[in-house]
């Protein structure tokens, strides 16, 4: 078993500068303190994943909620989830476990928020109409509907496109190879700017 700063020396500084900004200052921290405590509780980097979307999964109804501390609680769960998200890298680098099934649950994650936030995010607009129907409210369904395909689908056309053309042998350069699609993915996703700007929009009384 490591100690905490061996867990933590266990990220390399070139991770830790490839993270998005929002990554390093919100959710990175934490995730080395409470990727230790499951560590040390015998969660492996695979385990942890699985932890992440089933809370993924069950902030979801809380997210379709009207109810402004339900609401906030989803969120708050995304956050979580997010964190959670670095963890298992981490436990996964300290316990050297790191694998494509590891990859293919860590991906799993991003999946479930990417296709079901949005659309509990679009029957929260909805719900919130209260039997007025307007243009403003079809078009939070529409966008909601539409970030959860088209996500999904560049996330699919890249991996297709990684099986299909690049070789296991260069696959990890590729992978760690900085381009724009990776960065403002990152920068733009559920451990970048995603969750606290879903959250601010709210306090503001933005979403309708």
């Not at 509780?41 to 902030?59: D, I, K």
């Not at 700017?193 to 601010?200: E, K, Q, S």
């Amino acid at each position: 078993m490591l100690n905490y700063y061996d867990f933590i020396s266990s990220t390399s500084s070139d991770k830790k500068k490839s993270d998005p900004l929002v990554c390093k200052l919100l959710y990175r921290p934490p995730s080395f303190l409470i990727g230790w405590v499951l560590y040390l509780f015998g969660f492996s980097a695979n385990q942890t994943s699985f932890l992440a979307t089933l809370v993924a999964l069950f902030s979801l109804p809380f997210l379709a909620s009207t109810l402004s501390s339900y609401f906030i609680i989803g969120v708050l769960m995304l956050f979580f989830v997010s964190i959670l998200d670095c963890a298992d890298g981490n436990i996964a680098r300290a316990s050297k476990t790191s694998s494509q099934v590891g990859n293919f649950f860590d991906a799993l994650t991003g999946y479930v928020v990417y296709a079901f936030v949005p659309l509990s995010l679009s029957m929260h607009v909805f719900i919130s109409a209260e039997g007025v129907f307007s243009f403003i409210h079809f078009f939070g369904i529409i966008a909601g509907v539409i970030a959860a395909i088209t996500n999904i689908l560049a996330r699919l056309i890249y991996h297709n496109w990684i099986n299909s053309y690049v070789s296991a042998s260069n696959l990890d350069h590729v992978k760690n190879k900085p381009n724009y699609f990776s960065r403002i993915s990152g920068e733009t996703g559920m451990t970048g700017i995603m969750f606290p700007f879903l959250l601010a929009s709210y306090l503001l009384d933005n979403m309708q």
